[in-house]
């Protein structure tokens, strides 16, 4: 049964789901006291937030069937938000648009907060990247790694067999190069680079690919003996 809805949302886009923060403006701009049908508004975005969670959960799931059945090897590696760059990011946003609302305050009959709630609530949800980083998650299981990248409304969920990848080593990510970028924190620069047998690069669109595992250490060690690990 678990399989049956793992699928169904993996074949849900993402593009879609990403749809949920516009139901702010109808929330802010139609709520009452006490709540009158507005609240289902608040259901979509609850909604939407859930959906995106059980994706990536899905997406997990998945791998551990197809490439671990019967408990084999599955090491996963979810580096964490980039706090430090959030907050910073968070803070700049609440001052801004305190600022826009209190000029905008009476404009369609909306008053300071409603303005100040859709604003905040709005480009947290809709550019949450911006202020999170790209929801990213790696796995090395017995036959290779699987990687799950979110940068926005288009997900990739890629696994890459050991059979096609020639080596992977330590490197600092240069944009100068035919590298394709699936990292958490955009500003990462160091981290590992997957460089495939094929000279022609994964496939016609992936070429090298540069990861950045949250524990860098963790993650060699876990690698087969010839790829940066020891076992």
Known sequence: MRQFFDRLILNVPRLFIKQFPYAWFPLVVLWAWPPNFSIAFLLVIILGLVLLWWQSTAWVSHMRRE????GG???????AVPWGRAVRNVSILLAGSALLSF?????FGLSFWQFFIIVVGF???YRDAQFFGYPTVYIITATGIAVYFAPGHL????FF???EISRIE???FQKDQ???FFARDRDARDGLLLVPKNPNGFSKLIKNVFIVPGNMDAFLGQLPYGYGGTM
């Open 155 to 158: 997900d990739y969920r890629l």
């Open 123 to 125: 480009t947290l949800s």
């Open 161 to 163: 067999t050991f059979k």
């Open 67 to 70: 490439h671990a059945p019967g």
């Open 170 to 172: 330590k490197a600092r």
């Open 178 to 180: 035919d590298w394709d």
């Open 103 to 107: 000029f905008i305050k009476g404009q």
């Open 73 to 79: 090897k599955f090491y996963m590696d979810r580096p």
